[in-house]
């Protein structure tokens, strides 16, 4: 590999808190310019990952800046599970492009994941998995150079209500109670658990992780989580919130013993009928394009279609056993 050096005026550091908000604006800056504002990420979004345990700021994160201070480059490294499965997010602002600052960034974040798999199990595969874009051919061109492989689509699909979203019916048995943490919150990570696992991708997630992914979050609206119950089972459920000002359907989950029954789409309406009544009209979310449990043929029927794609590109560090084995 070739060594590759920044232009005279750029560099490379690691992220501190008082990047925070700029980084946040270069984010923004780059999902608009690709056409996609609705997935950018809000200060309070961003803090709570450089809070996550699984990230640490210091190590975990890169900026390049201009030599008047200006950062025109974000990249962050995430430990999605167990040492193996990892991932990467990168940013590079629309007017710095094709300098170099990708490609620095994207080698840095290898350096750190090479470092990072001395942790996991030896037998495990260990593997790095960065998205981005599906029309944004130079981090696709970039990612290729550097010893990625395209792997998975995954589609962000929204819906515009023009009108009240028909009501929801949901069959004989079932009945909808609102979420109680207390009661409920062990429950529902378990029924994530189950009805995620034949997902592609999937790996366990520890309750507390899911506890702050879900609900330690600034995001978390227990008034628009919905959990379908068939006597004391959890037969699905769906979790809401907003992102960039519009309703998001988080999570939507159907455990295999209770599907093809139209669960998943009562579960949905709802969700549209929660949002609808607060003055939200737009709501999407995102999907595996490949889905196996037909959720891209579900959205569809309720009327969303695709706003934007996106592509997942990996690079395997390691053979061996896949985590969920």
């Given at each position: 590999m070739a060594e590759l050096k920044l232009p005279v005026g750029y560099t490379l550091r690691n992220a501190t808190w008082d990047?925070?908000?700029?980084?946040?604006q270069?984010?923004?800056d780059v999902c608009l310019h690709d056409g996609d504002p609705d997935v950018a990420t809000t200060v309070d979004e961003l803090r709570e990952i450089w809070e996550d345990p699984n990230l640490i700021l210091e190590t975990d994160t890169w900026v390049v800046t201009t030599k008047e201070g200006s950062v025109v480059g974000y990249e962050e490294f995430y430990n999605r599970s167990?040492?193996?499965s990892l991932l990467g997010d990168g940013y590079v602002?629309?007017?710095?492009?094709?300098?170099g600052i990708g490609t620095t960034m994207l080698r840095a974040l290898d350096k750190r994941a090479i470092k990072e798999m001395q942790k996991a199990d030896p037998d495990l595969r260990v593997y790095i998995r960065n998205g981005m874009s599906i029309d944004d051919i130079v981090a696709r061109t970039m990612h290729e150079a550097e010893g990625y492989s395209p792997i998975r689509f995954f589609w962000r699909m929204e819906i515009e209500l023009e009108k009240e979203p028909p009501t929801s019916v949901f069959?004989?048995?079932?009945?909808?109670r609102l979420f109680d943490e207390k009661a409920h919150a062990h429950l529902v990570h378990k029924a994530h658990q189950e009805a995620f696992k034949d997902h592609w991708g999937f790996t366990p997630i520890p309750f507390d992780e899911w506890k702050r992914r879900f609900i330690e979050s600034s995001e978390y609206l227990p008034e628009l989580w919905f959990i379908a119950w068939d006597g004391?089972?959890?037969?699905?459920y769906v979790i809401n919130h907003y992102k960039m000002g519009n309703g998001w359907v988080s999570s939507l989950g159907v455990r295999p013993a209770w599907r093809k029954r139209?669960?998943?789409?009562?579960?949905?309406n709802k969700s549209f009928a929660a949002f609808y009544e607060r003055g939200t009209q737009k709501i999407g979310l995102g999907v595996d394009a490949e889905s196996q449990t037909g959720a891209t043929r579900l959205y569809k029927s309720a009327g969303m279609s695709v706003g934007s794609e996106y592509v997942s590109y990996e690079k395997e560090f390691r053979p061996g056993r896949e985590i969920e084995e």
């Open positions: 990047d925070l908000e700029v980084v946040t270069l984010i923004f167990k040492h193996a602002h629309p007017d710095h492009l094709e300098k069959y004989k048995g079932i009945e909808l004391e089972e959890i037969a699905g139209g669960l998943g789409i009562a579960l949905l």
